[in-house]
């Protein structure tokens, strides 16, 4: 088969599409015919080599896919060869063939094409993990999302809304602002002219927001903080505006707040198999229904990475960037 590689990490170009070994599942496993996969930012971070996959998992970058089932690994039952599926992966996205544990297996939800469908596992289960599972957002409450035109913010705009919170977000320029108003944001903040702190405070009667998703880490802690509700939570998913941040506790405290800090790709597997779990019950019937829906900016062939890449480090995309197999493309 296939597959980007990174032979020495550095800018976009470092992507190369090579020819390298089949995958084979193993026990427990399937065999994906990939038809698209999707870009995250740790993908970006894996190609300068800051980021390498755990122990044992595909060295080629992507974190989700979707495609159809072409072999089933020993132990394997509920699933069919040809079944048209997506998945939560921790590695290995960027080929034409991926080898899934079946605890990472979705099926293509009922009303999304196979290819768009690459834009989901990976942020329906940041989004449910972090602020549903982890930070417990509850009908009514305030939740504040840093930057909301990206794939995680609107899916977590969407989500939110589904559930009967309120949202407010972040984002660069009224143009992203305008994207996400359209999918529900209730309070727009433009990150580049506005003190988010004192908009949301003023937004919300000087409460706060109840739960943060954030993705800036160390750059927006102190702010984060200030901007918390009295019994706020704080969950940091993301590290663009670096690693080591000051934790005001006395302010902490006094909010009887919490700070939580997850990344999904390193989850041990039973972990993952409890959230891809909890995304099947409670997002898809959403995605079903018409109530939420993946947000794709542009597809692009899979051998255009490299184009990807430079669309998510410029900024320039509303949602997600979805990558093409050579099989979709000839689909």
């Known amino acids: 088969m296939h597959a980007?590689?990174?032979?020495?990490?550095?800018?976009?170009?470092?992507?190369?599409?090579?020819?390298?070994?089949?995958p084979e599942p193993g026990e427990g496993e399937?065999?994906?015919?990939?038809?698209?996969?999707?870009?995250?930012?740790?993908?970006?971070?894996?190609?300068?080599?800051?980021?390498d996959p755990p122990p044992g998992v595909s060295p080629y970058p992507g974190l989700e896919c979707s495609g159809r089932i072409a072999a089933l690994g020993p132990g394997v039952s509920g699933w069919t060869v040809g079944d048209e599926v997506c998945a939560l992966l921790s590695g290995g996205g960027y080929a034409?063939?991926?080898t899934v544990p079946i605890g990472q297996l979705l099926p293509v939800p009922e009303g999304v094409d196979l290819v768009t469908a690459a834009a989901l596992p990976e942020v329906a289960c940041t989004v449910w993990s972090n602020v549903f599972m982890m930070a417990h957002l509850r009908p009514g409450e305030t939740l504040l999302v840093h930057g909301g035109a990206s794939g995680i913010g609107t899916m977590a705009i969407q989500l939110a809304k589904a559930v009967g919170a309120k949202v407010a977000v972040t984002a660069g320029g009224q143009e992203k602002l305008r994207r996400c108003a359209e999918l529900g944001a209730d309070i727009l903040i433009?990150?580049?002219?506005?003190?988010?702190v004192e908009e949301i405070r003023a937004a919300t009667a000087g409460a706060g927001a109840?739960?943060?998703?954030?993705?800036?880490?160390?750059?927006?802690?102190?702010?984060?903080?200030?901007?918390?509700?009295?019994?706020?939570?704080?969950?940091v998913i993301g590290l663009q505006g670096g690693v080591k941040g000051e934790l005001n506790l006395g302010a902490l405290l006094g909010k009887r707040a919490a700070v939580m800090a997850t990344s999904l790709r390193g989850r041990p597997m039973h972990e993952k198999t409890t959230i891809v779990a909890a995304v099947r019950e409670h997002v898809?019937?959403?995605?079903?229904?018409?109530?939420?829906?993946?947000?794709?900016?542009?597809?692009l062939p899979m051998t255009e990475a490299s184009e990807a890449h430079r669309a998510l480090e410029e900024s320039t995309h509303v949602g997600k960037v979805v990558l093409l197999a050579p099989s979709a493309q000839k689909a």
């Open 4 to 22: 980007i590689t990174i032979p020495e990490p550095g800018g976009p170009e470092a992507l190369v599409w090579a020819e390298v070994p089949d």
């Open 30 to 51: 399937v065999l994906v015919d990939v038809a698209a996969s999707a870009v995250n930012r740790a993908d970006l971070l894996q190609r300068q080599g800051f980021y």
């Open 96 to 98: 034409e063939k991926v």
């Open 190 to 196: 433009d990150y580049r002219e506005q003190d988010f």
């Open 210 to 235: 109840d739960v943060i998703l954030d993705i800036i880490g160390a750059k927006y802690l102190d702010r984060n903080v200030r901007a918390l509700a009295v019994n706020g939570r704080l969950a």
């Open 284 to 299: 898809w019937p959403l995605l079903a229904g018409g109530t939420v829906r993946a947000v794709v900016d542009r597809t």
